[in-house]
C-alpha cells in the first residue's frame, strides 16, 4: 500500500518510518511549531533518498539565511526526485527550489502552475502565503487580494482543515474583511492550539479591530506552550509591544524588547529579527519615547552583518530605518545606489517606492519633517508593495501622520487620524487627535 502524507498525496518513500517523520514535520512547519527540522531529518535518516525530506529541511535553512546549506541540499533533492519520485513530486521540488534560490517571480508561476493540478499540496501552497510570502514579496499592489483569491479557489479542497483554516481567514483579515477572517482563525486555534500560525493572525486580527488588550491576554496565557526557538515567538512578543505603545507605555515596549528582541538574546530568523527590531525601536522614537543610543547601534550592528547587501526590499527598508535613526548618511547613499540601479534595470519588484522610502525615513530623523511629508504623500496608497502585514506597514503611515503634525499640517493628520479611529478604536491614535486639534 503507498505511502501518504496527512493530505492523501502519495509518498515515492517505502519506509514507514520516514513517511511518519515526513507527516509530522509538515504539521510542525505549516504551524510555524519547534522540531520542524528535526522531524525532516529523521526522515532523511530512514530513508536517504527520500527528496521531499530534503527539500523541506532546505526551505527551513532558507528562514535563518543558511544559503548555501539550502542550495546543496536543494541540487540534491533534485537530483534524488529526478531519479525516484512522482510527477507531483518532481514539480514539488522544483518549486521549492526555486524559492530557496531566490527566483521569487518563477517560484511564483511555478506555485500556481502546480496547484491547478495538485491543490492539496500543502507545503508548496504555503509559499505565496503569509507576510513574507511570494505573493507579498512579488511587488504587486493587489496581494492582499491575490491571497484571499487563491484560498477561495481552493477552499473546497482542504474544509475544515486547520492549515487552511489559518490561512484563510488571515488573508480575509489583510484584505479588511475581519470579522469573517477571524471567525476563521479562532476555528483553526480551536482545533489545533500548537499553532503558533493561528496565534499570530489572530494578533493581526485584534490589532485590525482594536482589541489589542484581548491579543495581549491571548499571548500571556498562550506563550507558555510555546519555546523560545519558535521561529514566531520574538514576533508574537513584538505584537505585545505594539500593544504596549498603543496605551503610551514605552517601558514595557523597551522591557519586551530586552526580553526576546535585541540580538543579543533573539532566537529568531534573521528577517524577522532586523524587521521587528528595527519596527519597534523606530515606533518608539516617532512616538516621542527616548532610545538608548546603544540599542539602536548594537541593532544595526546585528543586522549589517546579516543583510549586508540589497535584497528584498521589505529587508531594504527596514536597513534603512537603521542608517536613518544612527544617521549614518554613508550606508544609507551606499545601499540606496544599489537599490537605485536595481530599479533602472528592472529588477526591483517593489519600484520606486523603496528609494522613497529611504529618503522619507532620512529625512525624518534628520528632523526634516516637511521634506518626509513631501517625500512620502505620492507613494502611501504603493506602501503595499513592499510586502510584510498591514500592522508592519503601519510605522510607515504613523511616520507619516507624525511630519505632519511635526510641520505643522495639523488639519490633514486630524483628518487621517478620524478615518484611522472609523476602522478601529485606538487610545494611541485618539491622543494624536487631541494633539492635532491645539
Not at 550606508?331 to 526591483?348: H, N, P, S
Request: aromatic share 8%; charged share 20%; glycine share 6%.
Amino acid at each position: 500500500m503507498a505511502l501518504e502524507d496527512r493530505y492523501g498525496l502519495t509518498l515515492s518513500t517505502t519506509s514507514a518510518e520516514a513517511a511518519a517523520a515526513y507527516r509530522e514535520g509538515m504539521d510542525l512547519l505549516l504551524a510555524a511549531w519547534t522540531g520542524a527540522a528535526e522531524a525532516f531529518e529523521q526522515a532523511i535518516a530512514a530513508d536517504p533518498d527520500f527528496a521531499l525530506a530534503h527539500i523541506a529541511r532546505a526551505r527551513i535553512h532558507t528562514f535563518y539565511q543558511q544559503g548555501d546549506v539550502a542550495r546543496k541540499k536543494a541540487t540534491l533533492a533534485r537530483e534524488l526526485v529526478a531519479r525516484n519520485g512522482s510527477e507531483r513530486e518532481k514539480r514539488h521540488v522544483e518549486t521549492l527550489a526555486l524559492a530557496i534560490e531566490g527566483q521569487l517571480p518563477a517560484a511564483l508561476a511555478s506555485t500556481l502552475k502546480h496547484l491547478e493540478a495538485f491543490p492539496r499540496d500543502a507545503i508548496v501552497m504555503s509559499l505565496p502565503m503569509g507576510a513574507f510570502g511570494l505573493f507579498a514579496f512579488s511587488g504587486m499592489a493587489d496581494h492582499d487580494q491575490a491571497r484571499v483569491d487563491l484560498c477561495g479557489r481552493y477552499a473546497h479542497h482542504y474544509g475544515d482543515d486547520w492549515w487552511y483554516l489559518y490561512n484563510h481567514g488571515w488573508a480575509l483579515v489583510e484584505n479588511n474583511d475581519l470579522a469573517r477572517g477571524r471567525a476563521m482563525i479562532e476555528r483553526a486555534f480551536a482545533i489545533r492550539e500548537a499553532n503558533a500560525n493561528a496565534v499570530h493572525g489572530l494578533l493581526h486580527a485584534m490589532f485590525e479591530d482594536g482589541s489589542v488588550d484581548e491579543g495581549d491576554a491571548l499571548v500571556d496565557r498562550w506563550i507558555p506552550s510555546y519555546d523560545r526557538s519558535g521561529i514566531l515567538h520574538g514576533h508574537i512578543r513584538w505584537h505585545q509591544a505594539l500593544g504596549a505603545l498603543e496605551h503610551g507605555d514605552a517601558a514595557r515596549a523597551l522591557k519586551i524588547y530586552a526580553e526576546v528582541l535585541q540580538p543579543s538574546v533573539t532566537r529568531a530568523p534573521p528577517l524577522n529579527a532586523i524587521t521587528d527590531g528595527a519596527s519597534l525601536l523606530w515606533r518608539l522614537q516617532v512616538y516621542g519615547h527616548a532610545v538608548p543610543e546603544e540599542l539602536w547601534n548594537a541593532a544595526d550592528a546585528y543586522a549589517q552583518t546579516a543583510f549586508p547587501r540589497s535584497s528584498i526590499p521589505f529587508a531594504d527598508v527596514h536597513m534603512a530605518l537603521f542608517a536613518a535613526a544612527t544617521h549614518n548618511h554613508a550606508a544609507l547613499a551606499e545601499r540606496l545606489a544599489v537599490i537605485e540601479q536595481r530599479l533602472a534595470e528592472g529588477k526591483l519588484p517593489a519600484g520606486h517606492v523603496v528609494p522613497t522610502l529611504f529618503r522619507a525615513m532620512s529625512a525624518f530623523a534628520d528632523g526634516d519633517h516637511r521634506g518626509c511629508v513631501g517625500l512620502l504623500s505620492p507613494v502611501l496608497d504603493e506602501i503595499v508593495r513592499i510586502g510584510g502585514s498591514h500592522a508592519q506597514r503601519t510605522l510607515i503611515e504613523d511616520t507619516f501622520i507624525v511630519a505632519l503634525m511635526k510641520s505643522g499640517d495639523l488639519p490633514r493628520a486630524r483628518a487621517m487620524l478620524e478615518a484611522r479611529l472609523h476602522r478601529r478604536p485606538s487610545p494611541r491614535d485618539a491622543r494624536w487627535v487631541a494633539m492635532a486639534a491645539n
